[in-house]
């Protein structure tokens, strides 16, 4: 089984040259400033923690899996001691505020951060993922006596926090939900529910777990407007701090399931347990979605993670694996058989998952960038950032998933029947994967947020916004002939983005199914046009450097094949979503929900 | 857990309605006649035995997964059971000779079983699949002896049989393979050598297991035609045909995997074995070729398995799960939230299921009947169907497989979280699919055996002949108006499909890699439209059928509905095939093995 070893070649590439975040990170009033070097010291700290700690333990832990007792949830070997490391190497403040005790950088950091550990091992990345959730939650939202009494622990890492939201029968709907919170004489609240799914419920890696819970106090209005945000500490916490009576939540199962094994699934039995209100009461999912857009990002990483996991073990497979001629001529006539990376349609498989994966990594990386800028940018920053965020997040969530899960699916391929086996962890990348597509909302409801809220709400305001971006770009390089071809297929792409949205837009006027019955197509084809416009960007620099002859030319040649892979073979794509958007809404429709099956 | 439902409305509507079948079996000399009385009692039978035997052990199957000991592999509960109530029931010899106890029925009536079998339960369905296997094998190229010692008790079911390809070093390259076969005085051999991936290769099943052994003879010569094919039985056969010792082949391990885990894969070391030729010398690949063309259809089978499985499950989800206000208004006004199914996204997903569900079952039960033809019917019909058969064999096992894997992912996608976790069985089906894309020639491998040997191969003459068909049938039926935006899309898309195997043609005398480098997106637009055939004459008999008022009008109703949906929705994937195909190899061969990853 091949070892992970952290892409800091491409990172940098991405960080450095294509985004230029030194001037990025000098532009931003951050409360500690990232330095190039602080920046090269972390990456290269966090790299040597994923591939050394983490990566070891990915395999044995999905085959150990969570074990769960009236006692509580033990975690797989090797868990509880990385923990233990990630929190003596201060990582879990990195970007949290050093009011209470975190080191005050830029968010940027800890999504790269999350990118290797997350590559290295998705199953314990969850354990701090949430945790981080809730600390960015706490920090907008809580009072001081909130901050004070959680954030210094959450922000050591000492503790761990997690987002209860979903219930048995309410999961996209959070409306619906039905937990209960009475008030208490004491200004606290009793939480009565049952939570699932949630992440990090509970564990042995932390001394107390804060759940940052939704529920319905008495006579609250029915629906989203009626829900309320508490804080529910697994064991109550006392005026000095230290830690008081259990509290009235316990996980009563942990799910089986098709992959993060190593992830504990909780099911959370809250029985008149003790909670503080977060704010005030109803304004609960308003509270908890001002972060949504920062921890869709943060799924979309997950993309990200088994694309580059993917990759790195298949290109490794197909170089060793010697396996039938090359329809050219025997390349390796002293071997049995060639390497299959010779072969055509071996290549297609990994020029397409290493298209996605930088393609992707520069999509996110650049929105994470927006995050940086809503935080600390100036004002202009801040509402370019807003908008760009507003728009392009659930397209990064649905899209990087989407194309993380057929890259992966690509890495088992290359195997062969050896990829459906577990030695090689290429399958287990498959199944920890699939998750990524379902939760922190779904494809079909990022698609749904994309074309509804934030396309048409704006009516097409925020798109066009980002159109204009994107025109200017094509305005600029038209006349570039080493990009002619690129540039020219992404302005026609950038025009029919519009006209899709105006169409689309039209019809929902008589017909709202519309909007519904387009959206997924929608959404994939507005996710090929934003990385068709990155693979530009990175095609154009890459040709810049090489005609310096600055720098490594096999990198930056290697960049501009896999564009015109990318604008090749992956971009027509988009005429077959375009297509199926414009037939409309009436075949999805027709049909009557009892014919839907007649088998 | 929703329960398996044989969807024998469907399957009699492309049996009697679609392909005649009553008329395709009286046009057969086969020992036995298959009388329409004869088929609906198998078909309800099996369906029950489907229902209510191998569906209920599924997951438990999943669960518990096979044992393995230096004594053998010990199967899931209630495995055991099951497959001596299959061997009671007379299945396993449905189709085969009535000289060896066989009922002699057409091959194609043990397919419709296998679906049945399969979709209930595709691990358990894999013990008599390769013992099938076996039998048409032996039948086709054993002597005499040879099939009056193994055949009677394979096909009554007392031993069962396996194919032994694959080694350590080489899977789809197998003419690499290393096995010894060295002759003794008697005229056996001793075989040794390791086999992997063995499917029902050491089980508890059955009194003997009769290996079907690839491995080379001393001076044989390289490569594909240095290989002979041997019979090992697990423990010799007296000539009273009583079992005799122990032979040298044991199972060293099974694979622990993704999925299809009561489905025992094992490693067999042979250690002087003794062995059986079959035929002569040199020749074991061609005679395991012979049958390869039904071993690929039948395990195309599974992509079709996998698809009703999710289609079942999701559809029943759909029609119960509360979640969300459809975006034209409440429809279910008294409830918390409406059922899913009034979603589009969701409905697309369920067409698009059904879409391939439906269709795929229309081109496989078609491809079977070319099964029959070739065994039982006269000279035309079988020339007819071989050339069937050659061509569109590949494109069953790769676009069935590939679209019935699209298709258990979006059946999960339906479930959201619900769909990631066992309780529900649909994680199950997607992980049990998942290999079905690799074993029996990986979809890489059908492609390449598509556009090389069987259309390039001809010069082009196998597709000619079955374009011409397509042509026809839209020159009969241009002028129906109930199909005219169908039939035009077909025609159109049947030109093309000659068009681009020209131009492949064209630039393969320039660059063989062309050929490689198209491949999978040929193979896939075929498949496309060949589903857009099947799509178009399902929608116009069943118009027929409600222009006559003949019948269920829902059903009818639901088929011209799905067809539509396929053309609008579906069928626009040829757009993107058709243009990735068309930019050629240059993109997919430029970048060196060294820069193929940089990260």
């Not at 309410?170 to 992440?199: C, L, M, Q, W």
């Not at 920062?294 to 197909?318: F, H, I, N, P, W």
């Not at 037939?583 to 007649?598: D, F, V």
Request: aromatic residues 8%; hydrophobic residues 40%; contains cysteine.
């Amino acid at each position: 089984m091949s070892a992970y070893k952290a892409p800091l070649r491409d990172m940098q590439f991405v960080l450095k040259e294509l985004l230029d975040c030194d001037a990025h990170y000098a532009s931003l009033a951050s409360p500690e400033p990232l330095t190039p070097d602080l920046l090269d010291a972390v990456l290269d700290n966090v790299s040597k923690f994923a591939e050394e700690v983490l990566d070891p333990i990915n395999r044995s832990g999905d085959e150990e899996g969570c074990t769960w007792s009236a006692e509580g949830v033990a975690t797989p070997a090797g868990f509880k001691e990385a923990y233990q490391q990630y929190v003596e190497g201060g990582w879990p403040g990195l970007a949290a505020s050093p009011e209470f005790g975190g080191q005050g950088l830029p968010a940027s950091i800890s999504f790269f951060m999350d990118e290797m550990v997350g590559t290295a091992n998705w199953s314990w990345s969850m354990y701090p993922g949430l945790s981080k959730a809730s600390v960015e939650l706490l920090s907008e939202q809580g009072t001081d006596q909130q901050k004070n009494t959680y954030l210094p622990r959450l922000i050591e890492g000492s503790w761990t926090g997690t987002m209860c939201l979903t219930e048995p029968h309410a999961g996209s709907d959070v409306g619906i939900i039905k937990t209960k919170a009475e008030p208490n004489a004491d200004g606290s609240y009793s939480i009565t529910g049952t939570k699932i799914f949630i992440s990090a419920g509970e564990h042995d890696m932390s001394e107390n777990i804060i759940h940052m819970v939704l529920a319905r106090v008495p006579g609250a209005p029915e629906g989203t407007k009626g829900i309320s945000l508490f804080i529910v500490p697994k064991f109550l916490v006392n005026d000095d701090g230290s830690l008081g009576e259990r509290n009235g939540v316990h996980c009563g199962s942990i799910e089986h399931k098709m992959g993060i094994k190593a992830s504990a699934t909780a099911l959370l039995n809250f029985d008149s347990a003790r909670g503080y209100l977060i704010g005030v009461e109803n304004e609960g999912l308003n509270q908890m979605f001002i972060m949504m857009n920062a921890a869709r990002v943060g799924t979309a990483m997950q993309g990200l993670c088994m694309a580059e996991a993917g990759l790195q073990k298949s290109v490794d497979y197909a170089r060793e694996r010697l396996q039938m001629r090359s329809l050219t001529g025997p390349k390796n006539p002293d071997g049995p058989a060639d390497r299959i990376i010779v072969h055509p349609d071996v290549r297609r498989m990994l020029l397409t998952q290493k298209a996605f994966v930088e393609g992707n990594r520069a999509f996110l990386y650049w929105l994470i960038m927006q995050v940086d800028k809503e935080t600390y940018g100036n004002e202009e920053q801040k509402k370019e950032a807003d908008v760009a965020m507003a728009l392009l997040t659930p397209i990064a969530k649905a899209f990087v998933t989407e194309t993380g899960l057929e890259a992966a699916n690509l890495a088992l391929q290359c195997y062969g029947g050896h990829g459906y086996i577990r030695e090689h962890g290429v399958e287990q990348i498959v199944r920890d994967g699939r998750i990524a597509t379902v939760y922190e909302g779904t494809t079909g409801i990022q698609a749904l947020d994309l074309i509804g809220r934030k396309v048409l709400g704006t009516g097409g305001e925020s798109l066009r916004g980002f159109t204009r971006v994107l025109h200017k770009y094509c305005e600029q390089h038209k006349d570039n002939p080493e990009m002619a071809g690129m540039i020219g297929r992404l302005a026609e792409l950038n025009k029919e983005w519009g006209e899709l949205t105006m169409e689309i837009g039209a019809g929902a006027m008589k017909n709202a199914d519309e909007v519904g019955a387009a959206s997924v197509d929608y959404l994939m084809y507005s996710g090929y046009v934003l990385l068709a416009w990155f693979w530009a960007q990175m095609a154009q620099l890459a040709q810049r450097k090489l005609a310096a002859g600055e720098g490594d030319a096999n990198f930056y040649t290697a960049k501009v094949q896999t564009a015109r892979f990318y604008y090749e073979r992956i971009l027509p794509r988009t005429l077959a979503h375009a297509a199926a958007m414009r037939a409309g809404a009436e075949s999805t429709m027709a049909i009557s929900e009892e014919n839907m099956y007649l088998g």
